[in-house]
């Protein structure tokens, strides 16, 4: 059962994300190209680890690794609030700051879903959580978690309790926002070369958008 929300989702935002401290009908009315917003999250912890989740077996995707997010609902308050309900939801953490969107190009993934064949446009942001010390999972979504650096993004491996833990993502366009993420971060705090240093010789190289 997914973690319940004791008490209101309450955070901060950069100014930039402005437009999307709204409510999804407003939203899709300014943008009728859309048929639904869905949204993910970057939280990395103190160590500039991010996490990543697996999915369940029994559901869509068994197996692959994402990071928390879902559909944004008409009953958020926000598309904001939308992506503080996932994250606790999926992973019992709660949001405190949304700084940034966070994605190739403009920041809009846009897919049609595989069920009802609508047109979906996925925003992600890194957030800041209040504590990042224990991560609770919906066993109806999720059955495992990682806190994971670039390198291991970019190898699809690490060391976990002296065994090797593979994984692999839900999708390219995943993979891409995640690696805009650490490159962001990583350039914030120690500037363009220490990126191109990190991620040269690996099969990706500068093109890391290349595979969306």
């Given at each position: 059962m997914a973690p319940q929300l004791s008490s209101p989702l309450s955070f901060t935002h950069s100014l930039s994300l402005s437009e999307f401290?709204?409510?999804l009908k407003e939203y899709l009315d300014q943008h009728p190209?859309?048929?639904g917003i869905a949204g993910?999250?970057?939280?990395?912890?103190?160590?500039?680890r991010l996490l990543i989740m697996q999915r369940a077996a029994h559901d869509s995707m068994?197996?692959?690794?994402?990071?928390?997010?879902?559909?944004?609902d008409i009953t958020d308050?926000?598309?904001?609030?939308?992506i503080g309900r996932e994250v606790f939801e999926e992973a019992g953490l709660r949001v405190s700051a949304l700084s940034r969107l966070i994605g190739p190009?403009?920041?809009?993934?846009?897919f049609i879903s595989s069920t009802k064949k609508l047109k979906i446009c996925k925003f992600t942001f890194e957030v800041e959580v209040e504590s990042t010390d224990v991560v609770t999972l919906d066993p109806n979504e999720h059955q495992d978690y990682l806190w994971v650096?670039?390198?291991d993004c970019l190898n699809h491996r690490l060391e976990r309790d002296g065994a090797v833990v593979e994984f692999k993502f839900t999708r390219p366009a995943q993979e891409a926002t995640i690696l805009e993420g650490f490159r962001l971060r990583m350039e914030a705090e120690s500037g363009v070369d220490q990126w191109r240093k990190t991620i040269n010789g690996h099969e990706k190289g500068d093109n890391i958008y290349d595979f969306l």
């Amino acid at each position: 059962m997914a973690p319940q929300l004791s008490s209101p989702l309450s955070f901060t935002h950069s100014l930039s994300l402005s437009e999307f401290a709204t409510p999804l009908k407003e939203y899709l009315d300014q943008h009728p190209e859309y048929d639904g917003i869905a949204g993910g999250a970057l939280v990395f912890d103190s160590q500039n680890r991010l996490l990543i989740m697996q999915r369940a077996a029994h559901d869509s995707m068994p197996n692959l690794w994402e990071i928390p997010g879902g559909a944004i609902d008409i009953t958020d308050d926000s598309i904001l609030h939308g992506i503080g309900r996932e994250v606790f939801e999926e992973a019992g953490l709660r949001v405190s700051a949304l700084s940034r969107l966070i994605g190739p190009g403009d920041g809009h993934a846009v897919f049609i879903s595989s069920t009802k064949k609508l047109k979906i446009c996925k925003f992600t942001f890194e957030v800041e959580v209040e504590s990042t010390d224990v991560v609770t999972l919906d066993p109806n979504e999720h059955q495992d978690y990682l806190w994971v650096t670039v390198e291991d993004c970019l190898n699809h491996r690490l060391e976990r309790d002296g065994a090797v833990v593979e994984f692999k993502f839900t999708r390219p366009a995943q993979e891409a926002t995640i690696l805009e993420g650490f490159r962001l971060r990583m350039e914030a705090e120690s500037g363009v070369d220490q990126w191109r240093k990190t991620i040269n010789g690996h099969e990706k190289g500068d093109n890391i958008y290349d595979f969306l």
